[in-house]
């Protein structure tokens, strides 16, 4: 079975899966804003309803969040940790972030840049020169998913092992022995990239001395605090996580049997994603960003600006955020079971986590959007 057939195969099973999942869990799930104009922090108990509601019908399991200015005003979980639902989930729960993790890759280069490491122009060959055929490939380019590196998880399904753990250092030399061709020359296209991301994991390792899971641990996470998160996936020796959430399916999309549906063979990877946090600590990452903790204000702002094509096209993609509108960032993450959502107005300094262990991401959208338009709106926020 070649790539392009395994790839175009996936996304058809893919899109079956979300139209399915929405359908399904959108008669679920009630409208929350529909009628209503009023504040958001005046009517929490509102929303915990509606949660409530949607957890009783089986169509969420997980956290949601909210904050104004670093004060928590709305924190609520919603089941368990696991399928056998031993352990509800608590304010010390840490989901895997999936593509969330993206910001935090993306805040290691800037702070090895900031200290004159490396700089975002620097070439991938540059730091990992077994991977010549990518010369023309910048930092930025990674950062802001313009690099034309193809997709590594179709070449490991294609050339890898699944009963093997694939990880960084094989991801490297999977590109040095097959060589696969970049999908367009650097700059010219905007495609979303983990390949991109997982080469800057690799790139933080090199240039820091130290693996990508303790550069976060000693440079972010516990200088700021976080102590319920931490890069962790299936290469890692131990889990340090105190309440680690697993992540699980129901057989039938939105009804049956819970499966469990957790880390995989390419879970072996770091810099696409691999951070698993509590939202309490996404509140104390927020408050880091806003007060700059880790880096200037002034230096990380550029993390907000959207990246351009060769031909001066916006991407709409910054350093580890999507930019949603003037001074709103969010990103999506989605691997296996987990769904997690994270949106944050800088200027207004409002955040909203939503963190679930229950896939596919589909039955999640649709609480998702309902929550986020209570902030969107001025007239409830």
């Not at 399915?20 to 008669?27: F, Q, W």
């Not at 050339?159 to 093997?164: E, F, K």
């Not at 250092?169 to 022995?177: C, M, N, P, R, S």
Request: glycine letters at 8%.
């Amino acid at each position: 079975m070649n790539i392009a057939f395994t790839k175009a195969l996936r996304a058809a099973v893919d899109r079956l899966i979300e139209f399915a999942g929405s359908e399904c869990c959108r008669r679920k799930i009630p409208s929350l804003i529909a009628g209503r104009a009023w504040p958001l922090e005046n009517n929490t108990e509102a929303v915990g309803d509606w949660l409530e509601t949607i957890y009783a019908r089986g169509a969420f399991n997980g956290t949601v969040l909210f904050a104004t200015g670093g004060r928590i005003y709305f924190h609520r979980h919603y089941g368990f940790s696991d399928i056998d639902e031993a352990t509800p989930l608590s304010s010390c729960s840490s989901f895997s972030l999936a593509s969330v993790s993206k910001q935090f890759t993306a805040m290691g280069i800037l702070l090895l840049a900031h200290r004159g490491k490396l700089t975002l122009r620097d070439r991938l060959t540059q730091h990992l020169p077994e991977l010549a055929d990518y010369r023309d490939v910048t930092i930025e380019q990674m950062l802001h998913h313009t690099s034309g590196l193809p997709d590594y998880m179709d070449f490991a399904n294609e050339y890898w092992d699944a009963d093997n753990l694939f990880t960084n250092e094989d991801l490297i030399a999977l590109f040095e022995k097959y060589r696969p061709p970049l999908d367009f020359p650097p700059g010219e296209e905007f495609e979303y990239s983990n390949t991109g991301y997982a080469m800057l994991g690799n790139v933080i390792a090199r240039v820091s001395g130290v693996s990508y899971a303790e550069f976060m641990a000693g440079e972010i996470l516990t200088p700021l605090g976080m102590n319920d998160s931490a890069a962790f996936n299936l290469a890692s020796k131990q889990c340090p996580l105190r309440c680690r959430v697993f992540g699980f399916r129901k057989r039938y999309v939105c009804f049956g049997k819970k499966l469990r549906a957790d880390l995989n063979y390419l879970d072996g990877v770091f810099g696409d994603g691999g951070l698993y946090a509590s939202a309490e600590d996404l509140v104390r990452w927020d408050a880091a960003l806003r007060e700059g903790v880790l880096l200037p204000r002034e230096t990380y702002r550029q993390a907000y600006v959207s990246g351009r094509l060769n031909n001066g096209t916006s991407t709409g993609y910054g350093f580890g955020w999507e930019i949603a509108a003037p001074n709103v960032v969010e990103h999506w993450g989605e691997w296996e079971g987990f769904t997690s959502y994270m949106r944050r107005d800088v200027g207004e300094h409002t955040l909203f986590v939503l963190l679930s262990n229950m896939g596919p991401s589909a039955c999640v959208d649709p609480i998702s959007a309902e929550l986020a338009a209570l902030v969107e709106n001025p007239q409830m926020s």
